[in-house]
């Protein structure tokens, strides 16, 4: 086949895939239901008076506060519609998540998406937790965000570009606390190539910018050490086969191909690597450098910053990386006008099969309700009468059930 004929299919391939996964997203918004358990929590620290004034209340929940504030802002201008409005929310942030995979592959130097679109656009990981009323959407979007923009600054260093990168990585760790890591390692990539352009200036000012985040976090010490006292009950496992069991779960919630298609990514990117490693000119694979060396830095500091933490691993624990490692891999996989044309037909062949083998798995994932606890409150609230009194198991339920309970009985945990 002809390269034009190549490039159009493609993108036709991309353009179809896209449908398909913003079709996902929609499912979830009309079948996701109830705010559970989480997403009731951040409401209820979103909504409080003393937000910006009690840092403490931050030791019972994930975020740091920049969460809270986009959350709070959008809860005040549609509070109106309370539930409604919340998955409205949710799915714009879905949206901005599968634009954002276009917009770092068209960066890295790709016509369009290619294994981003599978491993990270359609994970039901991404659907089910970056599109729920959590800090992991744009955790993900500012994380992908921050990729994009160091990258803009190892191409073409400039203030505007430097200062646009600083304020992504500023940004980005004050959503969620797993982006002070995938700022490190994109900042040690982005400064790995502007130090071998001789462009130290820049590299300086990107590490500047990192240690500024760095120490903007320092806010949330207390309420951290505070978290210390008590969140030891949660902690536990130990070893590989532990850690292994948990991110094979986050990675098959599209299905059990998900880690054959995962592995097949990473086994032709350290090939394209190793391929290039025997060349002497890098200057025109400086995308591919890029996020091989992100994806070299982040993946171990990340790995240890979970092991350091040590909580039950659901699977969006892992979102943030996944999102990352796969928009890196596809930086590097991606089709390039210079590159061979059997590079092209490969992606595009993994895209279909990637999607096929995937659709059925992801849509059940995504048209699941993310809690019955709503149900339950509503017929326990047509029975129990006022001397009645409600127990509710386990006592984790109790926060949804208090915001969706409206009968007469007393009731506990």
């Not at 896209?18 to 996701?32: D, E, K, S």
């Not at 976090?217 to 050490?225: G, K, S």
């Not at 109790?398 to 309970?405: E, L």
Request: aromatic letters at 14%.
């Amino acid at each position: 086949m002809q390269p034009k004929a190549l490039a159009r299919l493609q993108m036709f391939v991309a353009l179809w895939a896209t449908t398909f996964i913003a079709a996902a997203h929609l499912i979830f918004y009309r079948g996701a239901g109830a705010l559970w358990r989480d997403e009731v929590n951040s409401v209820n620290m979103a909504t409080a008076p003393d937000l910006f004034s009690d840092l403490a209340r931050y030791q019972f929940d994930s975020f740091p506060i920049g969460w809270f504030v986009v959350l709070r802002s959008w809860i005040l201008c549609f509070a109106q519609w309370p539930d409604f409005n919340l998955r409205l929310f949710g799915l714009v942030v879905g949206m901005l998540l599968l634009g954002m995979a276009w917009i770092a592959a068209r960066s890295l130097g790709g016509k369009t998406p290619t294994v981003s679109l599978v491993l990270f656009a359609l994970s039901a990981t991404t659907i089910r937790f970056g599109d729920s009323i959590r800090a992991y959407g744009l955790g993900m979007l500012l994380a992908l965000a921050t990729l994009v923009t160091y990258w803009r600054v190892c191409q073409k260093p400039g203030r505007a570009r430097v200062w646009m990168a600083i304020f992504c990585g500023l940004l980005s760790v004050h959503f969620v606390f797993y982006n002070a890591v995938i700022l490190f390692a994109i900042t040690v990539a982005s400064a790995a190539l502007l130090v071998a352009q001789r462009r130290r200036g820049a590299a300086i000012a990107l590490f500047a910018g990192g240690a500024l985040a760095a120490a903007s976090l320092l806010i949330y010490a207390a309420p951290l050490r505070a978290a210390a006292s008590w969140n030891y009950v949660f902690r536990h496992g130990r070893g590989v086969d532990w850690f292994l069991g948990h991110l094979s779960e986050a990675l098959n919630l599209s299905g059990r191909a998900t880690t054959t298609l995962w592995l097949a990514a990473v086994i032709a990117s350290i090939v394209v690597v190793f391929a290039l490693g025997s060349r002497r000119s890098w200057r025109n694979s400086l995308a591919i450098w890029y996020c091989a060396i992100t994806i070299a830095v982040a993946l171990p500091a990340y790995i240890g910053f979970l092991y350091i933490l040590r909580y039950p691993m659901p699977p969006w624990y892992f979102a943030v990386a996944m999102a990352l490692t796969a928009v890196c891999l596809d930086g590097v996989l991606t089709p390039r006008e210079e590159g061979p044309r059997f590079g092209r037909s490969a992606a595009i062949l993994y895209v279909i099969i990637g999607i096929l083998v995937s659709m059925k798995p992801v849509l059940f994932a995504v048209s699941l309700r993310q809690t019955t606890v709503d149900l339950a409150a509503e017929s326990v609230a047509g029975q129990a009468g006022a001397g009645d009194l409600v127990l509710v198991y386990e006592w984790m339920n109790g926060i949804t059930f208090q915001r969706y309970y409206r009968g007469q009985a007393a009731w506990e945990t």
